[in-house]
């Protein structure tokens, strides 16, 4: 179990008094205002835990050699190669008749124009609108106070009558189809073509002895594991310092901020037992693991911690 620090309110005290000065020695500090509290708490080294895989015998390799099998037999042997000649015969031919394509189908696009009918329209050339004009308003004529007076004016609409076309049938267009043209030829044609025939001439052929590998040799390689060994080590990042940090009074300690903080280290993993709103030991304990484990100031409910915690 990791040890904690808890400072008592007499501590809270006097690391307040000595905040003070601290404060008024280094004017770039943060400033301590009245009804603030604050404590003088360590940052330990954060622990960093990590896996490392220890190498306790190199991998080998090992090799497993099979001789070769051999088998005496006979073997044939070409004492003088075979030859393949070719002959030629001609190619024959034939007369044949059929149509011969002169003129393909051809299919053609024929415009239809559209048609429009004349029609009138009125058209509004200029929208109704309000003007302002220059009047006489109740106590403008005989006020000296420099305003003037406008009168709203409605002025009508301008329209006019148009002539327009109007489509009643769009432009369109229609296939017109030219059949295709044939013609009779007469032409010769291949009836079988010329063709190669191969002649062969067999080779010789002697019977010798040999002797032949019916397997080879075999060579098999054994790679013997490496043997390893997993080791959980543990580092620290950072130095052990003593820090001024601002932590939360016991007058404005209540449990519903208790409650919050509570959970907050719960549901990080941390073991408080239930979560009761009260600041127990469990509670405290839980708290200085999570600053341990965050490089935070340890011993108090600081602000740093609940802000990283995200409780308000």
């Keep these: 179990m990791r040890s904690f620090l808890w400072l008592p309110p007499l501590f809270v005290a006097v690391s307040f008094s ?3 000065q601290a404060a008024a020695q280094q004017p770039d500090q943060t400033a301590i205002t009245a009804g603030q509290c604050w404590v003088n708490a360590p940052i330990k ?3 960093l835990h990590e896996e490392v895989e220890v190498v306790l015998q190199e991998p080998s390799v090992r090799y497993a050699v099979t ?8 073997q044939q042997v070409v004492t003088r190669e075979g030859v393949k000649t070719y002959r030629v015969e001609p190619a024959t031919f034939k007369q044949v008749t059929e149509q011969v ?3 393909p189908e051809v299919q053609r696009s024929v415009v239809v124009p559209a048609v429009y009918e004349e029609r009138e329209a009125v058209l509004t050339v200029e929208q109704a609108k309000t003007v302002l004009e220059p009047c006489q308003a109740a106590g403008t004529r005989y006020g000296n106070t420099g305003a003037m007076a406008f009168c709203a004016k409605a002025v009508p609409a301008r329209e006019e009558t148009v002539k327009v076309k109007v489509l009643v049938e769009p432009e369109t267009t229609r296939t017109v189809t030219e059949p295709a043209v044939y013609e009779n030829v007469t032409r010769w044609v291949v009836d079988q073509p010329a063709r190669v025939v191969e002649v062969v001439t067999e080779p010789q052929i002697a019977t010798v002895a040999h002797v032949e590998t019916v397997r080879p040799e075999q060579v098999q390689q054994r790679t013997e594991p490496a043997v390893t060994r997993t080791m959980n080590i543990t580092k620290y990042q950072g ?15 209540h449990p519903t901020l208790i409650g919050r903080l509570q959970a907050a280290l719960s549901s990080r993993g941390y073991s408080l037992g239930n ?4 600041l127990g030991q469990r509670t405290v304990a839980a708290l200085a693991d999570y600053q341990a484990d965050n490089g935070l100031a340890i011993g108090a409910v600081t602000y740093e911690s609940l802000e990283l915690l995200g409780v308000r």
Excluded: F, H, N, Y
């Design 18 to 20: 000595l905040a003070t």
């Design 45 to 47: 080294p954060r622990p």
């Design 67 to 74: 001789p070769a099998q051999l088998r005496e037999g006979v």
């Design 101 to 103: 394509l002169v003129k």
């Design 239 to 253: 130095e052990p310092q003593i820090v001024l940090r601002r932590a939360v009074c016991d007058s404005d300690l």
């Design 275 to 278: 979560i009761d709103s009260k």
